[in-house]
């Protein structure tokens, strides 16, 4: 097992450095220039030109990523244009909005989309399970701003329950940050546990048309255990994998989510550092995203050894 | 079971529509606001609203309310009475020889003579119908307020005006106080007292509304802003949000008074030499930057060097200046080689011509300022303390503030910070910022979308601000292409329909407004020199004129950017009427960024889309001039320019620019399609807003009642 993770692991070097060279590849093919950007419309090509070697734009495409590379490799992502912060330290300090809000939708996805998955799957075929369906296909179909919209009129307006917008840290403490993320949350917890809810009330379908569901209901046992431990169990398997595609796609950002409700999250920032076309920053944030995924997929990879015995690496 | 199956659905999809059509309605039935329909946009239309819902003061019976209309003394002392809740006193003999006792106004006036607040003239009358002044306002309320003994220790006035002399000294002490801070209860007029001058029912309205609730300092003062400011260095950028905050932060030798005309900010008075090439400034002492080091000579000469190195318009005067050199301490002297107006171009609000400690600029160097406290220093009433990006900026009160003793008068004059913070936060989603607002989040949020004006006019809590932001315009490359002839130039905007443009484009017509003019309606400058040829709707004169230019059906490349969804819109209606003309047009859609890079290549397109922002001097506009991208080379036109640089008159200022806004829709070297509003809103907890002479908000003299 040791050396599985180890290996998996290693894996990471060549992706981080394949999703680097193409990151760096298409920021450097669009046009666009953050000294511009700086200075704004009205600046002078002089200006321009002496800002851009300023920042070591004016470098040939190739020297620049040999730099990158080599910076990459002693553990430097380099500084971000704007803020002059060091790459890992502006990504750092956006991580608590982001892993926070994740943590809850996921939670909160996970919660509805099995639970509604489960009730579809037994009671197949009757107006529930049509609900749950119709549900389901709302929720995909609906864009995250719309019902981010929704929940902010009706918990944020019409009942002042929640702040419309704002995020506060975990140090000004935490009931402060929960009253923050709940619609957020929500938002993206009811988007995302539509395909959950899918996967689980497939994969429970074809688990419980087994024999040997029919022999445990035989054998007498109650019907809650035969669903919950063994035919749960057997499902499960699908269901972390979407969950785990699910936590991955929340923590490269939720970008819409968190430019509605001001949250100062990856995403946001990922949105910024390309539309002020910061390199370094916008290459760092593809690094740890890419990061992030590989990571995510080991785990679920390992949670499948712990949860089905008959899966072994090694 | 199939019947009951059919009943469940329609009861679910009945509760779907019922609750689908919950979230449709708004709360139509709030008491609404805008109760005057000729206050809107008056500078004391939020003190006129809130004395008027108290009962104190009304309108007419035809709904207006006249705020320019005059007081009569008999009308104050009812307004009095009201406000201090006194009872009427009709005893049976009148003190006034002029006042009978059947007067309409015999129990109010009577009433207000026993409390001591109006006591009538020295030979025996009380004037019922004579219009109140401004002086015997101020003395007025400085008695409702019952302070007659701090009036009495006021000896001489420490506040100064222009015309300070002509104040009558039995008011002075009150006039005095009326312009303190912790009592604001009386408003210059461009700088001037006007004593002897009627007051205004909107000046009476203003000072009883502020005697009654006087200003509270402390508190956090919540704004909700767009985006983040890429740089705070005023000198260098042109963006709207570094350039807002950046002048609470930092200050300009020169700044603009309620006219729009530039008056001395940082110097304390200055000289032109006979031939007007040598200025000399004097500037104030005393003046302490954030870091608690005075101001001098040498940070001022400094910083207009660098501004004069790195702003387009700092590049401009330079070009002209021969030498640029402190005297001693406090004085700076500018030589030039050709007369030039420059006060206009350092009260700029392009590219500001901020002050900055000598030492931040010989550490900088050219580099931008970075969002850092240490370089970040200003001598401005607002201290920059943090940026964090996507979350706020955070400004507080500096509290060794030099201000000037003069009153206020637009920018220039007395500046006091109420709230103890600034907090300025980032909140990208324009329709978040507005319920921000709503719920009380912020106190005042910029750019809010015109659709939710309706809603927001009728919220009692709420007060929206519509303020004149940019022209919408089309640049032509005037270097390589087709429209490097004028009459293809002509031809285009024979063609166009501006008010489907505009419409279409912005649709509340609130929100939009045609003319030709180049230079707003609050300057000096406004003029609607040109008209003829805006707006000409003409297909066939275009028609004729592009066959008289040779047009052959070359595609006209019209860079656009989809991250303006305005400016995008109207290019798609203009197409589709330019193309009934006979142009063959391609539309190139991208990003801002995108856009600023391509537009400096003359080979890669023959129309962009911008707006420019109005600004407070015709020579600031930029599509007049020859480098910026469009490359427009006229002759004439740098002449008018050149003569504008170097006059300081306003009247001749004025016939120059006349002739120059002509040759414009003459030559068109861009095309303006209409004025753009911005709609700002904030709670009517905030006291104290107006509007600039410039399209920018500021929070000084601004403060939250509790």
């Known amino acids: 097992m040791r050396q599985y993770l180890i290996k998996r692991i290693l894996a990471l070097v060549p992706v981080l450095l394949i999703v680097g060279f193409v990151g760096f590849l298409l920021l450097n093919l669009i046009p666009g220039d953050p000294a511009l950007v700086i200075l704004g419309p009205e600046a002078t090509l002089d200006q321009v030109n002496k800002l851009r070697a300023e920042l070591g734009l004016n470098l040939p495409i190739y020297l620049r990523l040999i730099y990158w590379y080599a910076r990459l490799f002693r553990g430097d992502l380099g500084y971000s244009i704007f803020s002059s912060l060091p790459v890992l330290q502006a990504i750092f300090e956006r991580l608590q909005p982001t892993l926070l809000l994740t943590i809850f939708s996921l939670i909160i996805a996970s919660a509805i989309g099995i639970t509604s998955g489960i009730v579809a799957a037994l009671k197949r075929g009757t107006w529930i399970d049509q609900i749950a369906t119709s549900l389901s296909i709302f929720g995909l179909s609906i864009p995250s701003f719309w019902l981010s919209l929704i929940l902010i009129i009706m918990f944020g307006v019409w009942v002042r329950w929640f702040p419309v917008a704002g995020y506060e840290p975990l140090k000004n403490g935490f009931l402060k940050t929960l009253r923050t993320l709940a619609l957020p949350s929500l938002t993206l917890g009811f988007v995302n546990s539509a395909f959950i809810s899918r996967v689980t009330r497939s994969s429970m379908l074809e688990v419980m048309s087994q024999d040997y569901i029919k022999v445990a209901r035989a054998k007498g046992l109650s019907y809650r255990k035969v669903i919950l431990k063994h035919a749960l169990r057997n499902a499960i398997l699908p269901i972390i994998t979407v969950m785990g595609l699910t936590l991955g796609n929340l923590v490269s950002g939720a970008v819409v989510v968190e430019t509605i409700f001001a949250l100062p999250g990856i995403g946001q920032l990922a949105l910024s550092s390309i539309l002020r076309r910061d390199y370094p920053l916008t290459q760092g944030i593809l690094l740890f995203t890419a990061t992030v995924f590989v990571l995510v997929n080991l785990l679920v990879d390992i949670l499948y050894a712990f949860l089905d015995p008959r899966i072994k690496y090694g | 079971m199939h019947l009951k199956s059919k009943i469940k659905k329609i009861v679910l999809s009945v509760l779907i529509v019922i609750l689908i059509t919950l979230m449709a309605g708004g709360n139509a039935g709030v008491k609404g606001i805008f109760k005057f329909p000729d206050t809107v946009g008056h500078r004391f239309e939020l003190e006129i609203i809130k004395l008027s819902n108290k009962g104190i003061i009304e309108g007419y019976p035809d709904g207006t309310f006249r705020p320019d209309a005059m007081v009569k003394r008999s009308e104050i002392a009812t307004l009095l009475v009201k406000v201090k809740n006194l009872t009427l006193y009709k005893p049976s003999i009148s003190t006034f020889k002029d006042v009978a006792t059947n007067n309409w106004a015999y129990g109010y006036i009577m009433a207000i003579q026993k409390d001591g607040l109006m006591v009538g003239y020295p030979d025996g009358t009380f004037k019922p119908d004579g219009n109140v002044t401004r002086a015997e306002l101020a003395v007025v309320l400085g008695r409702l307020k019952g302070l007659e003994n701090e009036a009495s220790k006021i000896t001489s006035p420490t506040i100064t005006a222009y015309d300070i002399n002509k104040v009558p000294s039995w008011s002075m002490p009150y006039v005095d106080l009326g312009f303190q801070p912790q009592y604001n ?33 402390g508190g956090t003062l919540k704004v909700a802003v767009l985006t983040n400011p890429v740089t705070l260095d005023t000198q260098i950028t042109t963006a709207t949000i570094p350039s807002t905050f950046g002048m609470h932060i930092f ?432 709670r009517t907890t905030l006291e104290g807003y107006r509007k600039y002479s410039i399209s920018y908000y500021f929070f000084f003299n601004m403060w939250k009642e509790s």
Not at chain 2, 194 to 214: F, M
Request: charged residues 25%; negative net charge.
């Open chain 2, 185 to 217: 209860f009386l408003t210059g007029r461009a700088g001037y007292i006007a004593p002897q001058e009627n007051a205004t029912r909107g000046e009476v309205a203003y000072g009883l509304y502020v005697a009654t609730n006087p200003p509270k300092f």
């Open chain 2, 251 to 682: 200050e300009t030798l020169f700044t603009y008074d309620e006219n729009g005309e530039p008056i001395p900010l940082l110097v304390d008075s200055y000289n032109v030499s006979n031939d007007a090439k040598t200025y000399t400034f004097k500037l104030r002492k005393g003046i302490k930057f954030h870091n608690g080091k005075e101001m001098t000579a040498d940070d001022v000469v400094a910083s207009i060097s660098r501004w004069g190195r790195l702003s387009t318009n700092g590049k401009g005067l330079f070009s002209e200046v021969e030498s640029w050199t402190a005297l001693d301490n406090y004085t700076t002297q500018m030589i030039l080689k050709n007369p030039i107006n420059v006060p206009a171009y350092l009260a700029s609000d392009l590219m500001v011509a901020s002050i900055y400690p000598k030492e931040v600029i010989d550490k900088v160097g050219d580099t931008p300022l970075k969002f850092t406290p240490e370089e970040i220093i200003g001598t401005g009433p607002y201290k920059f303390i943090e940026f964090v990006s996507d979350v706020h900026i955070k400004l507080i009160r500096f509290e060794d503030y030099s201000t000037r003793n003069d009153i206020s008068n637009g920018l220039g004059g007395r500046r006091t910070v109420y709230p103890d913070v600034l907090l300025i936060d980032i909140v990208p989603d324009r329709t978040v910022r507005a319920l921000g607002v709503i719920t009380n989040l912020y106190d005042f949020a910029e750019d809010i979308s015109s659709d939710l004006y309706g809603k927001l006019r009728i919220d009692p809590n709420i007060m929206t601000s519509t303020v004149l932001k940019a022209w919408d315009s089309s640049i032509f490359n005037k270097k390589q292409g087709v429209f490097t002839s004028q009459k293809m130039r002509q031809a285009f905007l024979a063609a166009l329909d501006m008010e489907a443009c505009m419409k279409g484009a912005f649709g509340n017509p609130d929100f939009w407004d045609l003319g030709p003019h180049l230079m707003g309606k609050s300057t000096p400058y406004y003029t609607d020199a040109g008209k003829e040829w805006y707006n000409q709707k003409n297909i066939e004169r275009a028609k004729s004129l592009l066959a008289e230019a040779g047009y052959k059906g070359e595609p006209i490349r019209w860079l656009v950017s989809s991250d303006y969804p305005d400016r995008y819109n109207i290019a798609l209606i203009a197409k589709d009427q330019l193309e009934k003309a006979g142009f063959v047009i391609v539309l190139k859609v991208v990003d801002w960024p995108t856009l600023l890079k391509t537009r400096n290549d003359p080979t890669l397109w023959d129309i962009f889309d911008t707006d420019f922002r109005y600004f407070s001097d015709p020579v600031f506009i930029l599509a007049i001039g020859p480098s910026y991208p469009g490359w427009y080379v006229s002759p004439t036109m740098a002449q008018y320019l050149s003569q504008m640089r170097s006059e300081t008159d306003i009247e001749t200022r004025k016939i120059i620019w006349e002739k120059a806004q002509t040759l414009f829709w003459e030559d068109v070297p861009a095309i303006k399609y209409g004025d753009s509003m911005i709609l700002y809103i904030f």
